[in-house]
């Protein structure tokens, strides 16, 4: 099981040069997966791979007992739980669009001057978004989800959703993850 160690060394990134402690590095959140990275939060190069081991159970017993790495990223993850479409309700209408086609793509929308985070943004392929919801790496279960609640939500107007693949875009990295 991986713990924080008491120390909380500097880190300098060899990409952009910024400088902090470990607890300012951004992490990936994959709290339950055998490796996670740790990024600079400037410019997004990873800095560490740390080995975790951690239960749901665990990870939240170390955050409640100070452990700020696992309060931020039991944070990120209750921000993207909360950010996602819980009811097709919450769609828009579109009235008066007749073939529906929608675009699939993963957009940076910096918050506080920083990188991060990504966004899943479903759009019309004309451009106009109608959803967005942050995102994480390996997101692909996401997009088959949205596969089957679009035609739920506008029937027969309901023609296709693609994904971006514009190689300068997120979505494809964080369709695969790392």
Known sequence: MHEMEASDPMIVCPTCHWSGREADLDMDYSLLGEYSDQTCPKCSTV???????????????QADAGNVWLQNAISYQDQISQSQLKSIDQLPDLAGETALEFVWECVNIPEEGRLEPIWIVIRLKSGEPIWRERSHYGNRYRFREFEKLLPLKYGERFK???????????????????
């Open 47 to 61: 800095l560490r791979t740390v080995r975790t081991y951690l239960t749901a159970e665990e990870a939240q017993q």
């Open 160 to 178: 296709s959703i693609e994904v971006d693949k514009n190689v300068h875009s997120y979505t494809l990295l964080y369709w695969y993850g790392d």
